[in-house]
């Protein structure tokens, strides 16, 4: 639910939906084998839940881009299993994916880097650079070890819209595009990978995530930039991970009661988000958050944007894009 211009409160948890398979010895079994058959698997990861085919499969690879309305030249990110697969996946490795992959993987980092001969151009919007990743989840890291191959796996919502950080989320955006929900819980995280294009010099972060930018320049020893040039990875479209209400951001608390006040007494339907005292639960709370504003049928949601720093990085793209022109 939203919070008012408080401390961070969880959104109470629904009953688990029909069709969802829960966490239980079977659950990886009935995944790889839609896998398998080039079905689509909503996975749990730490970040958001992703929308996974094989990446080495067209079919399954046009069916997510088909499920989630996302355009085609909008690349995917491709999970692997472990760092020692990197090679299998990269024309070549540069020296900063290395670093961050042998730091930072299984966790929330991609790293883009120049795409073998073997990855479909259809993963990677026809680009010669594919985004890889190691996520944190036992549920995929054993789904993905046990297939033996890689998955492509963009969030698993409509494109544009607020990211699912729990199955129930998945299956209310998706229902039956997606063969099968592994229920994995609520992502502990919330907000989507850190990614760093590796091929630049110096390497650029291209969306604040996961792992914050400040910890990405010390293991980098300083050698990092912001993203300049094209939009060439997910998430740097200008508006993106939009609830249907009007989202409108403030610098302050006070600030936010002000447009909140203005906004009620135009005869809005408003509310606040502030969780500025707890970046970590803003992070993971704030898609669920969004998505309430929704289900409340508020017309405008009024969130207080927190400094850029460490989660703060990620939290602020999140809202700014959330409040863009669509």
């Known amino acids: 639910m939203v919070t ?69 030249d909008h690349p995917l990110i491709v999970h692997i299993a472990a760092a020692t ?21 299984p966790g929330p980092l991609t790293v883009l880097v120049p795409k073998a001969a073997h990855v479909l151009d259809a993963v990677t919007g026809g680009r010669d650079t594919v ?33 699912p950080t729990s199955a129930e989320h998945v299956r209310h955006d998706l229902g039956d595009l997606v063969d099968v929900v592994l229920d994995g819980g609520p992502c502990p995280v919330g907000v989507e990978s850190t990614i760093v294009d590796c091929t630049t010099d110096p390497p650029q972060v291209l969306r604040p995530g996961g ?33 249907e209400c009007r989202v409108e951001l403030a610098e302050s608390a006070a600030q936010a009661d002000a447009l909140a006040r203005a906004r009620t007494a135009e005869g809005l339907r408003v509310d606040v988000i502030d969780a500025t005292s707890d970046l970590a639960a803003y992070a993971r709370w704030l898609y669920a958050w969004l998505r309430a504003a929704d289900d409340r049928h508020l017309d405008v949601i009024v969130a207080v944007l927190p400094p850029p720093a460490g989660l703060g990085h990620a939290i602020r793209d999140r809202l700014i894009k959330a409040a863009a022109t669509r």
């Open 4 to 72: 008012t211009a408080g401390a961070a409160r969880e959104p109470v948890s629904a009953a688990t939906p029909t069709g969802v398979v829960t966490p239980i010895e079977s659950a990886v079994d009935v995944a790889l084998d839609a896998l398998s058959r080039g079905g689509l698997v909503a996975i749990p990861t730490e970040t958001v839940y992703g929308l996974a085919g094989d990446a080495a499969n067209e079919r399954a690879v046009a069916r997510i881009f088909a499920a989630k309305g996302r355009p085609a």
């Open 85 to 105: 697969e990197l090679e299998r996946w990269a024309a070549s490795v540069p020296p900063a994916a290395a670093r961050l992959a042998a730091t930072c993987w």
């Open 131 to 163: 985004g890889l990743r190691v996520p944190a989840h036992p549920l995929t890291l054993e789904l993905l070890t046990r297939f033996g191959g890689a998955v492509a796996a963009p969030s698993a919502n409509r494109f544009g819209r607020v990211s």
């Open 211 to 243: 792992i914050a930018d400040e910890e990405i320049a010390a293991l980098l020893d300083g050698d990092l930039a912001e993203a300049s040039g094209p939009s060439r990875a997910a998430g740097m479209l200008g508006s993106h991970y939009a609830p």
